[in-house]
């Protein structure tokens, strides 16, 4: 697997629609690599990841951090966006001009003028770490849509319908893959199935994930 997608060998880009309002950009993220890997140490630096609870008391397996105006943060009173980090009382870090940048090419070519960003989500996944299929509701405004933006060791992505039980196809997410979701989609369930282990030249044992959102 990790020789295959081990990163360092250049891999055409490719553009799928995978439901409507929905594309897969293959590689799109590739040429800023170094930048958004450089952004998310900054980040980490003065906002750590941690793993946190959800309402129900579960320790996500799947640690976080943000960075932009808005952050979104669960804990035993529920899921929101805050515009400070419930760790440190701090705003959270800037959201580095790279990462709005290809938030913006991105939805740009899948059909989506003008999006701004308030909100990036970093999903740090180890082996064995999964995100269980749901929805991305709590943002006010489900006119805009939502970038993923997938670094490191590949993972397989879940992407279903507008209903809990509709069927969802797999697809591999490899590093530098982006995919954005709106219009019809925006509210499509989606999940990422648990990590395999691996090692990858640009993160090592880990698959880094960016979601940019419009939130507040
Ligand atoms: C998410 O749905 O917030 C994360 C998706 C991913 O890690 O690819
Ligand atoms: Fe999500």
Known sequence: MTDLFGGNEPRQ?????????????RGFALDDQRALLDGIDRIATAAPFRRMQTPGGHVMSVAMTNCGGAGWVTDRRGYRYSPTD???????????????????????????????????????????ARM???????????????V???????????????????P????????????VWGGPSRLCWHGVLTLKDGDHPATGRLRLNLTFRGAM
């Open 86 to 128: 419930p760790e440190t009382g701090r705003p959270w870090p800037a959201m580095p001009d790279a990462f709005l940048t290809l938030a913006r090419a991105a939805t740009a070519l899948a059909g989506y003028a003008d999006f701004r960003p308030d909100a990036c989500l970093i999903n740090r996944y180890a082996p064995g």
């Open 13 to 25: 880009s490719a553009h799928q629609t995978i439901a409507p309002g929905a594309m897969l950009l």
């Open 168 to 179: 969802v196809a797999k697809y591999a997410l490899l590093h530098g893959d982006c995919v």
């Open 148 to 166: 993923s933006v997938s670094l490191g060791l590949p993972a397989t992505f879940q992407f279903g319908g507008l209903k809990r039980g509709d």
């Open 132 to 146: 269980s299929l749901h929805q991305d509701r709590d943002e006010r405004d489900m006119t805009r849509p939502i």
